[in-house]
């Protein structure tokens, strides 16, 4: 092994390969508040032709889709000539192109750096290394991170995971059984620090022709779902000024399999240089900018076709007072509840903005001891928030905690498990198909309530950032719903995953109550006035939560409200409810339930919530495409299928870009994640998605395994994006359209430049609308996309 001195030597350059390769691995937050992650958002410094050679080397896997698909898509006719011809130039004509993506099919397939225990199971048979060392590891950081699944606690937790794992795998006896003999001595001589020891068993096993920050990188992708939790929490230590060596503690264990593997059977100098000599890995980079071309052509096809749908639609802004407003999420499935209520009512006006309503806290739900953030994770929550609860609401809560508890052991024990049914016999079986377990969106109860310490001024400041951030500060109506939105479904552990993802992972209702609560206050509403927006004195705002599983909206605290609203309130109700008929009507093809009646669709769907074997209680975010920041008259009566995040914006009232600025550096960046995350589930299942929904195993409550062993799954269920026959999300980035000068936008990402990175680099597309035109940003200059047609 190597030497300390050399180590010490060693260590300020190795340190930046290993802090540059650990920057390379996403975040993976825990189910508990599970949210939509970027998996390259640790990459976007780099274009994304140049991410896509990165991925290929360290994953194995380019986040594009396969030549034989662009060629389907091709000859299907869903990329046309013209889109093709958009994406060529000098070097690659339309013909080139094509005949890339058709020598493609017979190219040598690309390969990524191997591990020493990949390289054993390719040049042994019957080796399976890497799996053993995923398994090993896996089964290692679901005892230390463990969240009170297992009966058993680890006696090393309080120490760092890997001086805990050191000293346990000194005495594991798994290795040696499998056929990895001298494990146990061999760790006991590793160093007893994880920087000394990656500097040790780098030295020792990796080979020449690899950089020490492909190949560490490449060790945590091969455990890439543990890394990311081990992210997670050191990204959440970090927001608080705190150190936290958990995800460089993680290569230093993975590190030390390899190396162990390579101490075990390199046992002479043949054997030792014919891996530390071996080639680089086969890249073909003129096929990779083929294929990151054809996905451009691909999604130039329904950018055109959005485009030329906004800048023709001609309805006209309304200075009358509407009947009512209502406030939404830009959550895609919005646009399906919004259209519909527009199309019910159409004297209600309805406004789209992110669905934690500019109020972020950390709320204590219930008898809970803890808060969880309601806010987007690029946040902080400065504010804390509980529920009052009474005697009385309490030990009802502490009933329903208990009773949600045993159903958890239930699912956790052997009783719940396929042989335990299989040998108690199908009676067993039909009485546990019988139970159901929901998990509800709502907290209909008790009332969130801010700290008896925020004063009128501070919460007069997020009453006025809700208000001037969704471009209402004017015109208001009698009546205003703040609608927050949240699913419910049984049985599902990616359940928060249908949640806001403005609001953490959880259900809008707490936000939405909150920001009706106060800016119904007499205190905050004179604060506002004196600060510009004044709030007519018979504008009453209600909080409501929309059901996105069953369309309903429930209605919340409606006890306060005056009873000269009551007609308003009743008139809302009945719109809301004749808006969520039509919602399922448009919802139950995709959900294979359009043979049903409207009358039937409400009980299947109700029906469907509570059934713990519904692996696909509905489609979330699948298909989502674009982001709209505009007023709604541009995107008012055009179907955009559910595929568009709409956010309300005017930039005549937006003097100094701050609303603008807000838009591109929050909501744009969480709906890129969510789109991104979308598109490599989409385009490499088995590398970025999160499995079969049916194999799933809950490890430690903190995340999935497949099946009863290997890494945390990193991204989205297969159940999440296929229908059982065909995927039914279409792999396109993002591409977001802003009713903006030119000059506008340029201005906020010349201040921004980590947000004008990611279009600039070609993660998301951007363009502006200005009247009867669309512009395309195309890295610091604007091209004419699209115009209105002139008949």
Same mark, same amino acid.
């Given at each position: 092994m190597?030497t300390?001195?050399?180590?010490e030597?060693?260590?300020?350059e190795?340190?930046?390969?290993?802090?540059?390769?650990i920057?390379r691995?996403?975040?993976l937050?825990?189910?508990?508040?599970?949210v939509?992650?970027n998996?390259?958002?640790?990459?976007?410094?780099?274009?994304?032709?140049?991410?896509c050679?990165?991925?290929?080397?360290?994953?194995?896997?380019?986040?594009l889709?396969?030549?034989a698909?662009y060629?389907?898509?091709?000859e299907s006719?869903?990329i046309?000539?013209?889109d093709?011809?958009?994406?060529?130039?000098?070097?690659?004509?339309?013909e080139?192109l094509?005949?890339?993506?058709?020598?493609a099919?017979?190219?040598?397939?690309a390969?990524?750096i191997?591990?020493?225990?990949?390289?054993?199971d390719?040049?042994?048979s019957?080796?399976?290394?890497?799996?053993?060392?995923?398994?090993?590891?896996?089964?290692?950081?679901?005892?230390?991170?463990?969240?009170?699944?297992?009966?058993?606690?680890?006696?090393?937790?309080?120490?760092?995971?890997?001086?805990?794992?050191?000293?346990?795998?000194?005495?594991?006896?798994?290795?040696?059984?499998?056929?990895?003999?001298?494990?146990?001595?061999?760790?006991?001589?590793?160093?007893?620090?994880?920087?000394?020891?990656?500097?040790?068993?780098?030295?020792?096993?990796?080979?020449?022709?690899?950089?020490?920050?492909?190949y560490?990188?490449?060790?945590?992708?091969?455990?890439?779902g543990?890394?990311g939790?081990?992210q997670y929490?050191?990204?959440?230590?970090?927001l608080?000024?705190?150190?936290?060596?958990?995800?460089?503690?993680?290569?230093?264990?993975?590190?030390?399999?390899d190396?162990?593997?390579?101490?075990?059977?390199?046992?002479?100098?043949?054997?030792?240089?014919e891996?530390?000599?071996?080639?680089?890995?086969?890249?073909?980079?003129?096929l990779?900018?083929?294929?990151?071309?054809?996905q451009?052509?691909?999604?130039h096809?329904?950018?055109?076709?959005?485009?030329?749908?906004?800048?023709?639609?001609?309805?006209?802004?309304?200075?009358?007072?509407?009947a009512?407003?209502a406030?939404?999420c830009?959550?895609?499935?919005?646009e399906?509840?919004r259209?519909?209520?527009?199309?019910t009512?159409?004297?209600?006006q309805?406004i789209?903005f992110a669905?934690?309503?500019?109020?972020?806290?950390?709320?204590k739900?219930?008898?809970s001891?803890?808060?969880a953030?309601?806010?987007?994770?690029?946040?902080?929550?400065?504010?804390?928030t509980?529920?009052?609860v009474?005697?009385?609401?309490?030990?009802?809560?502490?009933?329903?905690a208990?009773?949600?508890?045993?159903w958890?052991?239930?699912?956790?024990?052997?009783?719940?498990?396929?042989?335990f049914?299989?040998?108690?016999?199908?009676?067993?079986?039909?009485?546990?198909?019988?139970g159901?377990q929901?998990t509800?969106?709502?907290?209909?109860?008790v009332a969130?309530?801010?700290?008896?310490?925020?004063?009128?001024?501070?919460?007069?400041t997020?009453?006025?950032?809700?208000?001037?951030?969704?471009?209402l500060?004017? &015109?208001f $109506?009698? !009546? +205003?719903l703040?609608?927050? #939105?949240?699913?419910q479904s049984? @049985?599902n552990?990616?359940a928060s995953? %249908?949640?806001?993802?403005?609001?953490?992972?959880?259900?809008g209702?707490?936000?939405?109550r909150?920001?009706?609560d106060?800016?119904?206050?007499?205190?905050?509403?004179?604060?506002?006035a004196t600060?510009?927006?004044?709030l007519?004195?018979?504008?009453?705002?209600?909080?409501g939560?929309?059901?996105?599983m069953?369309?309903?909206?429930?209605?919340?605290?409606?006890?306060?409200?005056?009873?000269?609203?009551?007609?308003d309130?009743?008139?809302l109700?009945?719109?809301?409810?004749?808006?969520?008929?039509?919602?399922?009507?448009?919802r139950?093809?995709?959900?294979?339930?359009?043979?049903?009646?409207?009358?039937?669709?409400?009980?299947?769907?109700?029906?469907?919530?509570?059934?713990?074997?519904?692996v696909r209680?509905?489609?979330?975010?699948? &298909?989502n $495409?674009? !982001? +709209?920041?505009?007023?709604? #008259?541009r995107?008012?009566?055009? @179907?955009?299928?559910?595929?568009?995040? %709409?956010?309300?914006y005017?930039?005549?009232?937006?003097?100094?870009?701050?609303?603008?600025?807000?838009?591109?550096?929050?909501?744009?960046?969480v709906?890129?994640?969510?789109?991104?995350?979308?598109?490599?589930?989409r385009?490499?299942?088995?590398?970025?998605?999160?499995?079969n929904?049916?194999?799933h195993?809950?490890?430690?409550?903190?995340?999935v395994?497949?099946?009863?062993?290997?890494?945390?799954?990193?991204?989205?269920?297969?159940?999440?994006?296929?229908?059982?026959?065909?995927?039914v999300?279409?792999?396109?980035?993002?591409?977001?359209?802003i009713?903006?000068?030119?000059?506008?936008?340029?201005?906020?990402?010349?201040?921004?430049?980590e947000?004008?990175?990611?279009?600039?680099?070609?993660?998301?597309?951007l363009?502006?609308?200005?009247?009867?035109?669309c512009?395309?940003?195309?890295?610091?200059?604007?091209?004419?996309f699209?115009?209105r047609?002139?008949?």
């Amino acid at each position: 092994m190597t030497t300390s001195t050399n180590q010490e030597a060693a260590a300020p350059e190795l340190n930046q390969e290993i802090k540059e390769a650990i920057s390379r691995i996403p975040p993976l937050w825990p189910l508990k508040h599970f949210v939509a992650v970027n998996p390259f958002a640790h990459l976007t410094s780099q274009r994304f032709t140049e991410a896509c050679d990165l991925l290929q080397r360290t994953d194995g896997a380019m986040p594009l889709q396969s030549p034989a698909e662009y060629l389907a898509l091709w000859e299907s006719g869903e990329i046309q000539p013209a889109d093709l011809a958009k994406v060529c130039d000098a070097t690659w004509t339309p013909e080139k192109l094509s005949e890339a993506l058709k020598a493609a099919q017979n190219d040598e397939a690309a390969q990524c750096i191997p591990t020493y225990a990949d390289w054993l199971d390719q040049s042994r048979s019957h080796a399976h290394w890497a799996n053993f060392i995923t398994d090993e590891i896996s089964k290692w950081c679901a005892t230390y991170f463990d969240e009170n699944q297992t009966t058993w606690r680890s006696p090393w937790r309080k120490t760092g995971l890997y001086a805990a794992w050191r000293e346990a795998a000194q005495y594991d006896a798994n290795a040696d059984v499998f056929g990895l003999h001298d494990f146990n001595s061999y760790v006991a001589k590793l160093p007893q620090t994880a920087a000394e020891s990656i500097a040790t068993c780098l030295a020792e096993v990796k080979p020449a022709v690899i950089s020490d920050t492909d190949y560490l990188h490449r060790q945590l992708v091969t455990i890439s779902g543990w890394a990311g939790y081990a992210q997670y929490l050191a990204r959440e230590d970090s927001l608080r000024s705190k150190e936290n060596p958990l995800v460089s503690d993680l290569l230093a264990i993975r590190l030390a399999y390899d190396a162990a593997l390579f101490h075990a059977f390199a046992q002479n100098e043949k054997t030792k240089t014919e891996w530390l000599t071996i080639t680089a890995p086969h890249q073909n980079p003129q096929l990779v900018d083929a294929l990151v071309r054809w996905q451009l052509a691909y999604e130039h096809g329904y950018q055109h076709q959005l485009a030329t749908s906004l800048v023709n639609n001609s309805h006209a802004a309304s200075n009358q007072r509407p009947a009512s407003q209502a406030i939404f999420c830009i959550d895609v499935r919005s646009e399906i509840f919004r259209r519909n209520l527009e199309l019910t009512s159409p004297d209600i006006q309805t406004i789209g903005f992110a669905g934690f309503f500019a109020f972020p806290v950390a709320h204590k739900s219930g008898t809970s001891t803890t808060a969880a953030s309601r806010c987007p994770v690029l946040l902080v929550p400065p504010i804390e928030t509980c529920e009052p609860v009474p005697a009385d609401v309490s030990e009802q809560l502490e009933t329903e905690a208990a009773e949600r508890g045993a159903w958890k052991a239930f699912q956790n024990s052997a009783a719940s498990c396929f042989s335990f049914v299989e040998t108690l016999g199908i009676g067993f079986g039909a009485a546990l198909g019988k139970g159901k377990q929901t998990t509800s969106p709502t907290c209909d109860r008790v009332a969130p309530a801010f700290d008896p310490e925020t004063d009128v001024q501070t919460r007069a400041t997020l009453a006025e950032g809700a208000l001037r951030n969704m471009s209402l500060t004017k &015109n208001f $109506a009698r !009546l +205003v719903l703040v609608c927050g #939105h949240g699913s419910q479904s049984a @049985n599902n552990p990616y359940a928060s995953s %249908l949640d806001c993802g403005a609001c953490g992972g959880h259900a809008g209702d707490v936000n939405a109550r909150l920001a009706a609560d106060t800016l119904n206050d007499h205190a905050v509403r004179d604060v506002l006035a004196t600060r510009g927006i004044a709030l007519p004195a018979d504008t009453v705002f209600i909080a409501g939560l929309h059901n996105t599983m069953t369309d309903e909206v429930v209605l919340f605290d409606l006890e306060k409200l005056p009873d000269t609203h009551a007609d308003d309130v009743a008139k809302l109700r009945e719109a809301l409810a004749q808006t969520a008929r039509g919602a399922n009507r448009e919802r139950s093809g995709a959900l294979g339930l359009g043979s049903l009646s409207n009358q039937e669709l409400p009980d299947v769907l109700e029906n469907r919530s509570q059934d713990i074997a519904e692996v696909r209680p509905e489609w979330g975010l699948a &298909n989502n $495409a674009a !982001l +709209v920041a505009a007023p709604r #008259h541009r995107t008012q009566g055009l @179907n955009l299928q559910g595929r568009s995040f %709409l956010h309300d914006y005017d930039a005549q009232a937006d003097e100094d870009n701050a609303v603008l600025t807000l838009i591109l550096c929050a909501p744009v960046v969480v709906a890129s994640w969510i789109n991104l995350q979308y598109y490599a589930s989409r385009v490499n299942p088995g590398q970025y998605g999160g499995g079969n929904k049916v194999l799933h195993n809950v490890i430690g409550g903190l995340g999935v395994a497949e099946g009863n062993g290997g890494d945390l799954k990193v991204g989205l269920p297969l159940q999440s994006i296929h229908n059982g026959e065909s995927f039914v999300h279409e792999p396109r980035r993002l591409s977001v359209f802003i009713e903006a000068p030119t000059d506008k936008i340029d201005a906020v990402l010349t201040a921004q430049p980590e947000v004008r990175q990611l279009f600039d680099h070609g993660w998301i597309h951007l363009f502006a609308l200005e009247g009867e035109k669309c512009q395309q940003y195309q890295t610091g200059k604007w091209d004419a996309f699209a115009s209105r047609d002139v008949k």
